[in-house]
């Protein structure tokens, strides 16, 4: 791997949140999981939690072809099973919502571990989700519509997300970083794409990568790698 990207790959994964992320109920349109995959990965989101329409809307994970590599896709059966995961992370969850109770997006506290539930296009987020939810956020409308596009609200409340949390220097001294395991593996795949396919097709364990982006393993593991098929 070149030294370059190896330093921009490893400072890319020490800045990543673990705990903020986003859960989409029920989006279905591949341009908005795009759009929304992109502002995750801009503001450091590790991964994403979704609840698809139905079975065939599983190819929206592989949408966003740059960030998609970046940002991870956690798909769920259920909103009940992405909000057990939270809790069990201790996370706040938001979700948005014109509710009566519903708070600005802005003066929620984002350094906290957080979860966001954001609604589908057409009928936003389900009951379910709002039970699930400790509290409803908005963003404030002046005009004649009430919401905003759903990547756009995505993207409104990552930043304001990511502001809360430079003030904080989370993105210096992160209080949740990637685990090195976590690291290594990602170091492997995304530095070396295609042997890791074949690491992979070969259900070979992945090797050790150094400070400078080198592989490190022994002649025994490289034999196999090199072995038909």
């Known amino acids: 791997m070149n030294p370059l990207r190896y330093k921009k790959i490893l400072e890319l994964l020490k800045r990543r949140q673990t705990d903020l992320t986003l859960c989409l109920d029920q989006v279905?349109?591949?341009n908005n999981v795009s759009a929304i995959i992109r502002s995750a990965d801009a503001t450091g989101v590790h991964n994403i939690h979704a609840v698809w329409p139905n079975k065939k809307m599983k190819m929206?994970?592989?949408?966003?072809?740059?960030?998609?590599?970046?940002?991870?896709?956690?798909?769920?059966?259920?909103?009940?099973?992405?909000?057990?995961?939270?809790?069990?992370?201790?996370?706040?969850?938001?979700?948005?919502?014109?509710?009566?109770?519903?708070?600005d997006f802005r003066e929620v506290d984002y350094t906290k571990p957080t979860a966001i539930i954001l609604g589908g296009e057409k009928f936003g987020t389900s009951q379910t989700a709002k039970d699930n939810a400790c509290q409803p956020i908005n963003i404030p409308m002046l005009g004649m519509v009430e919401s905003l596009n759903v990547s756009v609200a995505a993207a409104l409340i990552l930043f304001e997300a990511q502001r809360?949390?430079?003030?904080?220097?989370?993105?210096?001294?992160?209080?949740?970083?990637?685990?090195?395991?976590?690291?290594?593996?990602?170091?492997?795949?995304?530095?070396?794409?295609?042997?890791?396919?074949?690491?992979k097709r070969k259900a070979l364990p992945y090797p050790h990568i150094n400070s400078e982006g080198q592989i490190c393993a022994p002649d025994s593991w490289w034999s196999l790698v090199r072995q038909h098929p």
């Open 60 to 103: 929206l994970s592989h949408t966003s072809a740059g960030a998609r590599n970046w940002v991870y896709v956690d798909v769920h059966n259920s909103i009940d099973d992405a909000c057990e995961i939270f809790r069990n992370k201790s996370m706040q969850i938001l979700v948005t919502d014109l509710h009566e109770k519903s708070v």
């Open 28 to 30: 279905h349109k591949p």
């Open 164 to 199: 809360q949390r430079s003030i904080k220097n989370f993105y210096d001294r992160n209080p949740y970083p990637l685990s090195e395991d976590e690291i290594q593996k990602i170091l492997f795949e995304k530095g070396y794409p295609i042997l890791a396919k074949v690491v």
